[in-house]
């Protein structure tokens, strides 16, 4: 599942590693989704150590023992980390990282998608057997994506990320490991925050 907004996400801000706080908003959606996920065995419960990934677990699950994991961060968006949108899209070198976002780290000392698809795809391949639940990013999730299922990362014309395909807060996917395979069972289900 991917965390629920902050403040900042209604700002249009970057956040990466910045650990900012769930909003009003995000606290509503995750109080949506712990309806939804209530009689459910969440079996083992994970999350991003950052705490508005941290926050929507508890909101979500709770009681439930959650174990932080900082490979289930956010990408690190270098300087642009509390920047707006706009201001990354008039930032000269956001072009030449958006040549290839996917092995180019951000500028000003981020990551690049690859290295979030594989430390997301580290943890992912080193979980036991059985059912997991795991609290993480946009970013992160959608290069997780790209890694184990080989989907481009490609620029999008008036979008800042190279995915053609968003993802709400709070929106659950769920995939399915089988005899070391993968399996895309959903993807962006937020049904719950549907009126």
Do not use: K
């Not at 939804?36 to 950052?50: E, F, I, M, T």
């Not at 092995?103 to 430390?119: I, K």
């Not at 994506?145 to 999008?156: D, K, N």
């Amino acid at each position: 599942m991917r965390h629920g907004a902050t403040v900042w996400n209604g700002e249009g801000r970057w956040q990466g590693w910045t650990d900012t706080p769930l909003g009003e908003v995000g606290e509503a959606q995750a109080r949506r989704l712990a309806a939804r996920l209530a009689g459910r065995d969440p079996g083992r419960v994970y999350a991003s150590d950052l705490q508005r990934a941290l926050a929507t677990a508890r909101l979500a699950l709770p009681g439930a023992a959650i174990t932080a994991d900082p490979r289930l961060r956010e990408l690190h968006f270098g300087r642009y980390e509390g920047a707006t949108s706009e201001q990354v899209l008039h930032d000269p070198d956001y072009l030449a990282w958006q040549r290839d976002p996917w092995r180019l780290p951000a500028p000003g000392g981020g990551e690049s998608l690859e290295a979030v698809g594989e430390r997301m795809r580290a943890w992912a391949e080193g979980l036991p057997g059985g059912t997991v639940t795991a609290f993480t990013h946009g970013a992160a999730l959608r290069a997780l994506l790209c890694a184990l299922f080989g989907w481009p990362a490609t620029p999008q014309p008036g979008y800042v990320l190279p995915f053609p395909y968003l993802h709400a807060h709070t929106g659950i996917t769920r995939l399915e490991r089988r005899g070391g395979q993968w399996t895309l069972l959903s993807y962006n289900d937020h049904a719950h925050l549907e009126d």
